[in-house]
């Protein structure tokens, strides 16, 4: 797989379908997958149990516009965004055909379940090996863990909002081995039907930052991470342009 590196992090250049294709090589194999979106990478930079756990992974995916940015700023090429959740429900409709099991790991108490359900009209077949909601305290950690392996997935969608579920995914890859992991954020709650995804255009428009913005105004301080990374990307490459030592 080719990948670029984006000060620090590789980020694979796929598009959706040679994603799936990869989560699809991973099944039986083990490992975890990462979805980053330049508030990740930011925090990637002063965080470094994230960026460890970033360059640990079998790859990332750039799940934001603001990764395909930051790649073109660096002259590099993304064929596009591969959305976390995407590429989750693609796998699924995999998963229902071959009938390996998935768990769901993550969100408030009862979004797991409901997600499930809805997941399971969805993609008839599908096995749901088990689910956890995403607020288990630190001691409880490995109980969790153990459960999960006794389930045995073949994948688990781990989406206890970042860091928290790279460094989970980090720590625990080997333990849940062959299980592919896989980091998703928020996507629970929008496959419970309890949050809702930014509007295609928006998406397209590289816009989806906006639209969690103004539907989780509480984020502002996040958000503001987007142009911090961009300016990073910037400097970083002006660097390189006036001291090509660097
Ligand atoms: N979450 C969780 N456990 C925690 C903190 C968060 O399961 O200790 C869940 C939360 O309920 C939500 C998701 O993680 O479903 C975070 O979603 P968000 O969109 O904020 O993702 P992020 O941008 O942090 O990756």
Not at 8 to 14: D, E, T, Y
Not at 18 to 33: C, D, E, F, P, R
Request: with cysteine; net charge positive; glycine share 12%.
């Amino acid at each position: 797989m080719d990948r670029i590196d984006l000060l620090g992090i590789p980020v694979g250049v796929l598009d959706l379908d040679q994603a799936v294709a990869a989560v699809q090589g991973l099944l039986g194999v083990g490992g975890y997958v990462c979805t980053p979106n330049a508030e990740m990478l930011e925090a990637a930079q002063r965080h470094p149990g994230l960026r460890a756990a970033l360059r640990g992974s079998a790859f990332n995916v750039a799940d934001g516009f603001g990764v395909v940015l930051a790649a073109r700023l660096l002259g590099q090429t993304l064929p596009g965004r591969v959305p976390g959740i995407d590429l989750f429900t693609a796998v699924l409709a995999r998963l229902a055909q071959s009938g390996q099991p998935v768990y769901l790991l993550g969100a408030r108490p009862g979004i797991a379940s409901r997600a499930a359900d809805r997941i399971t009209d969805e993609h008839p077949g599908l096995n749901i090996a088990g689910h956890h909601h995403g607020y288990f305290p630190a001691w409880a950690e490995a109980e969790v863990v153990q459960a999960i392996g006794h389930s045995r997935p073949a994948l688990v969608a781990v989406a206890l909002g970042s860091p928290k579920q790279e460094l989970f995914m980090a720590k625990w890859a080997v333990d849940l081995s062959p299980a592919v992991l896989i980091g998703l954020g928020g996507s629970l709650d929008i496959l419970a039907g309890e949050a809702s995804r930014a509007p295609p255009l928006l998406g397209r428009l590289g816009l989806e930052w906006a639209y969690r913005l103004a539907s989780q105004p509480t984020r502002w301080r996040r958000t503001l991470a987007l142009p911090a990374f961009l300016g990073r990307v910037i400097q970083v490459r002006w660097r390189s342009r006036h001291d090509p030592d660097q």
